[in-house]
């Protein structure tokens, strides 16, 4: 899988990243391992700058409705999606505005800024 992931518990946080070729199945597996793992409600971390995606608006339809399923069972954490560089974060965006997060997912152009937004205090939202 092209998806590489670790979840720690003790810190309540999932990294995630992606790289080379990424496919609508490799991001339902990996949201799978998460749910199955119960970190649902862990900070995330998903790094795609070095990823292409094989995903269309259908794909982003499905991910999203998954997304909304998923609020319905616990309090998600908060969501950190950094796209693959110079891409523009159309799909990214529409993920977001579709799984319902209510503010709680971010895009960002480094881990590093994603990583900070995740550990800042939960009412703290990034400059744009």
């Known amino acids: ?69 998923y609020a319905t069972l616990t309090k998600r954490g908060r969501l950190a999606l950094v796209p693959r560089r110079n891409a523009m974060p159309d799909l990214a965006e529409r993920y977001i505005n579709l799984g ?3 503010g709680r997912a971010m895009i960002f152009r480094t881990p590093e800024e994603a990583l900070e937004w995740l550990d800042s205090p939960e009412d703290e939202t990034p400059e744009t």
């Open 1 to 69: 899988m092209p998806i590489n992931y670790t979840i720690d518990h003790e810190a309540r946080l999932v990294r995630a990243r992606a790289e080379g070729i990424i496919t609508l199945k490799d991001i339902e597996d990996f949201s799978d391992a998460v749910v199955a793992q119960d970190a649902l409600a862990y900070r995330k971390l998903f790094d795609a700058s070095d990823a292409a995606g094989t995903y269309d608006d259908n794909d982003v339809m499905t991910l999203a409705a998954r997304a909304s399923a």
């Open 100 to 102: 319902r997060f209510e």
